[in-house]
């Protein structure tokens, strides 16, 4: 009897071991996917990539992004192999990220926040590529930027990286709490608040010194206000909980709601985090260093 029974075992144990296989792969392939869209979604891809007000497509190209170097439109980056970008690989996603290079070789404009993005982890970069690739490819031709001389020439943008460009990933700060590390991260590699709250040069670079200290001339002609702990000039009066709590609802210490661009980074971004990662941020928030500075009048 033993004869007959032990292949029956074998098989039926090989069967088994094999089923766990493919669910525990199935389950890694579901886990990765969430995250993904957690860093996805903290980092507002579809706030530029998807044309909201005009009810567009998930990744099917954005509005209008108007900024003193020109108006600029977040392509179609929708697995769509021709029109999106269906065909890249990993690394070529990677690449893009963290170097603001297409597969072909142009340099990206730096609209698109790739000098915050380049600080994200690999582990991240291959998640947020997984879960893009997992949504609906979007038939639709990316529109064309609008640029006036001397942004229009994408050489440029070269020297505008050799100037501008400190390639990542983020090194943790040995002298730093863990939720100050993970704070630093969420703002400078994901959320990317700086490449709206601090200030540019000429050039369109941030000023690395005026680090979230305001921005007279943001996207869309915005003003931007200083976010450092200065309590004249910037968010000093706010305690740790009002900055957790705005992130989350959008309301202000003052009863007032973030309007603009803001409400978009609320809505779609922070509010969605996790109440861990909120507090890190305004932990990483608190500790900036304080700079007193009103903004300056616009210049247009
Ligand atoms: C503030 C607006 C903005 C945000 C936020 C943004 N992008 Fe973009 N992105 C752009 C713009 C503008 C371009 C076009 C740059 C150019 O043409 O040089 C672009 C280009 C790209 C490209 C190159 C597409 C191609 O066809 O070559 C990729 C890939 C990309 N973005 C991915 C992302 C991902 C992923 C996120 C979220 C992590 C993101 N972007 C967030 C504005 C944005
Ligand atoms: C796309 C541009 C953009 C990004 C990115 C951005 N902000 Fe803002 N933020 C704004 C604008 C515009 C306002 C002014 C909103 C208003 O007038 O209601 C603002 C206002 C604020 C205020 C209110 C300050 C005050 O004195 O009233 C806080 C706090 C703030 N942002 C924090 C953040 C943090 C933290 C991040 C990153 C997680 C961030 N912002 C990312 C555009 C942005």
Known sequence: MF???????????????FAATVMSAAAAD???????????DASGCANCHTDRAKKGPLLGGGAAIKTPFGTFYGPNISPHPERG??????????????????????????????????????GDLKD??????????????????????????????????????EEGPYKSKADKSAEWNRGA???????????????RTALGGMKRSLWLAGNAQGPDNERIPNITPDSGTGIGKWSLEEIIDSLETGTLPDGDEFGSLMADVVTHGTAKLTAADRRAIAVYLKALPAIQRSLPKPTK
């Not at 004869?3 to 071991?17: D, E, N, Q, S, Y």
């Not at 579901?30 to 996805?40: H, P």
């Not at 991260?185 to 709250?197: D, F, I, N, P, S």
Request: aromatic share 16%; glycine share 8%; with cysteine.
């Open 85 to 122: 970008i269906g065909k890249w690989s990993e690394a070529q996603f990677i690449r893009a990220m963290r170097k603001g290079v297409s597969p072909g070789g142009r340099h990206y404009y730096p609209a698109f926040p790739y000098a915050s993005f380049t600080l994200m982890t690999d």
């Open 3 to 17: 004869h007959i029974g032990r292949p029956v075992f074998v098989v039926a144990a090989f069967g088994t071991l």
């Open 128 to 165: 947020l590529k997984a879960y893009i690739f997992s949504l609906p490819p979007i038939d639709r031709q990316s529109p064309k930027q609008e640029l006036g001389f001397p942004y229009n020439i994408r050489a440029g943008v070269w020297l505008w990286k050799t100037l501008y460009l």
């Open 185 to 199: 991260y969420l703002v400078e590699a994901l959320t990317h608040c700086g490449e709206c709250h601090t200030p």
């Open 30 to 40: 579901t886990a990765a996917l969430e995250r993904g869209k957690y860093i996805f």
